[in-house]
């Protein structure tokens, strides 16, 4: 398209104006209910304000940038951020999974490239040490060789509810 297409004034507030209503609509279906006290609490600050948007693409397809609180002259994403993220395959649902007051996690790095590659401690040992800095209660366990047949093993070997998450 080599030209911009020009509106008369008429079309730009027809334009304008259906922006703002489905803004509206969609404000307000997400938050119906609870979730607005809680929008509430935070509106009066909304440079703060993230909004992140997790969902399959059909729903993230929607026009969230134009989400409009009728309290406010302009949409949301004017003033606050708005973000998309996408579901991982392979999460593990955290609701199958036990309390606990340690937390295990289990450290696979890969390196495809064999020698090539740097080597493990480059890229396990920062993470350790950060870990051991917090003075969280965490079981760090390392997969050598970093496959995923050794990791497929470790966890074999490991009693029911042992890994908290995990994103494969």
Known sequence: MDQVPVFGWDDRQTSGGSVRAYGENLFDQVFAGRAYGAYQKVNASLSELQIVIVGDPEFQGLHWEAMWDRDFARPL????????????????????????????????????????????????????????????????????????????????????GFLSCGAF
Request: aromatic share 4%; hydrophobic share 40%.
């Open 77 to 160: 994403a004017v003033d606050c951020v708005m973000a998309r993220s996408r579901r991982i395959r392979g999460m593990v649902n955290a609701g199958r999974v036990q309390e606990s007051a340690v937390l295990n996690l289990l450290i696979v790095t890969a390196r495809p490239n064999e020698e090539k590659d740097v080597g493990y401690r480059t890229i396990s040992r920062p993470m350790v040490e950060a870990i051991r800095d917090t003075q969280l209660r965490v079981n760090v366990e390392l997969v050598r060789p970093g496959t995923y047949e050794s990791f497929v093993r470790h966890l074999e070997s490991q009693p029911e």
